[in-house]
């Protein structure tokens, strides 16, 4: 996705594109959880591991797109 589609080449580009997906990603099972099931027990959980996962997939699109740019030419 970030080689092809998105032409990702700097760390900055990475975190962008990571983050966003991790949110959508997050967001969408958080949601099918909160909805099915007694997993959270509220929603301020829910919100926090949705930021969680923006932070950590934002911080490996990161380094994908570092690598990207680094070796990737």
């Known amino acids: 996705m970030m080689g092809q589609w998105a032409q990702v080449s700097t ?10 997906t991790g949110v ?21 959980p829910l919100l926090a591991d949705i930021v969680a996962a923006g932070l ?5 699109g990161g380094a994908i797109g570092w690598f990207l740019g680094y070796w990737g030419k």
Request: glycine share 12%; net charge positive; hydrophobic share 45%.
């Open 11 to 20: 760390f900055r580009e990475g975190l962008k594109i990571g983050a966003i």
């Open 56 to 60: 950590t997939v934002g911080v490996m």
């Open 24 to 44: 959508l990603v997050a967001t969408m099972t958080n949601s099918y959880w909160y909805s099915s099931s007694h997993f959270f027990n509220g929603f301020q």
